[in-house]
């Protein structure tokens, strides 16, 4: 009897603690796909002429662009400042670099397991596209794919010509999130449209 009563309690045990591991897994996830959709109202907010808009009364971000990759992808709204705590709702924009479409370098990061896994995805000429809260339309073209030492490497931020690299971590499936290497998307303008 003691020994049924042990069994059923380590299989409780372990049910609980399994249960417990996929909240905790799904709960980023969750977060992601949920801030999206308030950060996008922001957005749209944004579009129709209202000035500093925040997607939630207490946030210290603001949607600053709208990044689409190639041809029919999902849209993701980008946020404005780098922090870690920005970074966990979205893509974000470095603020020691220029803005998208500007005489050098913006830089765009975001996190590898949910909103920048479509990195994986580019290949060198695949269009990115960003949209800016005035209707500016800016379209880039994939010039380099690599993987940079984080330690070694540092990205530059002057450019002759306006220059988008987006930036993540690491191996996209790597079950440590803390490593030094990035994965880094360049891409050059190719055209702007301005709305009228």
Known sequence: MRRK?????ALLAALVVGTACLIHGGWIHAKALLAQKLIGAAWQRSQAGEQDVRPWCWAD???LAKLTFGRGSGELIVL???SGRNLAFGPVHDPASVLPGKPGNSVIAGHR???FRVLKELKSGDPVHVELPDGTQLSFIVVDLRVADSRQARIVL???RPRLTLVTCYPFDAMDAH???RYVVTAELSSTTVRR
């Not at 009563?5 to 309690?9: A, G, I, K, M, P």
């Open 179 to 181: 490593t030094p290497l």
């Open 5 to 9: 009563s042990s069994r059923n309690f």
């Open 80 to 82: 404005e400042g780098s």
């Open 61 to 63: 971000t603001r949607p």
């Open 158 to 160: 002057d450019a002759e």
């Open 113 to 115: 397991d949910t909103h």
